[in-house]
């Protein structure tokens, strides 16, 4: 078996798994690590959770570097940006506009902390991929629920429409405003509340930076059960407003069951408190879960308390090239079967993927010659049990040429190297040129025949067509990049690309959210009834519309 698999030529190994030492392809760690930069990144200490800078940084889903601009990842600079409204034609709903008085008691309720200057109110105009771009005239960075609650309270009686925003890195839109909405920041809202080390649940603020809450945890040998590459600028709040899947999802499960309460400000200023923190509560409704995933439409979520699990002990991830993705599908059957309760995460990324953050980012892969690769994470207690079971695996793999060649991390920071490969791929798509995402979820034997599918339909419109995503949760990251935006173009991806999901039951939406991008199309994916019932529940909650308005479900009849 393993001479086998010796002679399948194995990429480097990074760590210390015995077998796959015998590698034949020697790669110097120097060449692999200088590449591969985590991106992300704020590197915050928790003095800074705690003492946040005035300004907010922009946000960003991939710079490795410190204060980077994110904007810089293409050409346009935000003033460029067409505005939402033009672009789109959209209507102003009749809200309120702001007037001298507003100013003024906005001032006295947050003095210092109410930003008007055009210059600084440019990037929280305009949204992470920089296509959408809003006219607010206001942002209001409260610190406490208290705060928010006047905030609304105030702005429902005078109807003035407000745009909740924690780290801005959405990709559908539902962060920014689309007219002159009062943007509403949770950034200052960034303190961890508690953290019980025998539970694991941690109790924090909105606006805390997931990457700070993880690094806040490790400390304390715990992690979020969420993980995304845009760890370093969002927040978590966003996180539990946009019901944000991410990497860690197939084990550690949703955020609909990971969080244990919120604390939310409705839209007249109310303030709900079901901040729990039970792993069971049967008592009524389970009030929280209609926040989970609203996107800001039904009240600002202010604290979330949250159920972290154990910094897991030993850590390994393979990085791995199949042939065909029906090879990639035989793969995540096996790693399901043979690495069961270790196996924490499983992606699959195909070979232009990889060919992209290699011209845009120099990132270089590890393995070379395969038009699909998985990443195959495991997570445990045991380095040499999990080791073996990794092992095992690879042999079966290998032998069975399900895999043709690979290789396994087990040190930080080249685990960390080889997850850039992956996280980095949206910023790689920005540097291409246009880019339109769709983020489906499907049954997973047939995720990539929607790629195959739109490259055939586009065939030269396109520059490049790419498929990747969350094998393991059935989530595809469908993307088509341009040289510019082009109506025809777009025009031959919509709804191509919702009709073909809605026909293989899947969703237009599996963790990105609805926003203003997507919210047109939700009835590919729920019935109309179901639209009508949660037109009817914002209408209950938010009687004048005033929360973030434009955005997730298609005006009510
Ligand atoms: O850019 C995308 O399409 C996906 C972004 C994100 O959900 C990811 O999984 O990397
Ligand atoms: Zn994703």
New binding site residues.
Partial sequence: MVSCFVSLRLGWCCGTLPRWRTNVQHRTVATWTSATAQWGLQQKKLAELYCPPVSQPPPR?GSSLLGKRAFSTTSASPQEVMLTSERYGVQRLPFSHLSDGDFAFFESLLPGRVVTDPDELRTFNVDWLQSMRGCSKMLLRPQTAAEVSEVLRYCNQRNLAVTPQGGNTG?VGGSVPVFDEIILSTALMNQVISFDKVSGILVCQAGCILESLNQYLAELDFIMPLD??AKGSCHIGGNVATNA???RLLRYGSLRGTVLGLEVVLADGSLLNCLASLRKDNTGYDLKQLFIGSEGTLGVITAVSILCPRKPKSVNLAFLGCQSFSQVLGTFTACKGMLGEILSACEFMDDLCMTLVESHLTLSRPVTGSPFYILIETSGSNSAHDEEKLNHFLEHVMASGLVTDGTVATEDKKIKALWSL??R??EA?THDGCVY???LSLPVERLYDLVTDTRARLGAAAKRVVG???LGDG?L?L?VTAESDSRSLRDAIEPFVYEWTARHHGSISA??GLGFRKKQHIEYSKPRGAVLLMQQLKAMLDTKGILNPYKTLPAAP
């Fill in positions: 889903w990709l995304l590459g899947g991410g990497l992956r996280e791929i949206t798509l995402k769709y983020d990747y995503g969350h989530n990251h993307n963790e990105h």
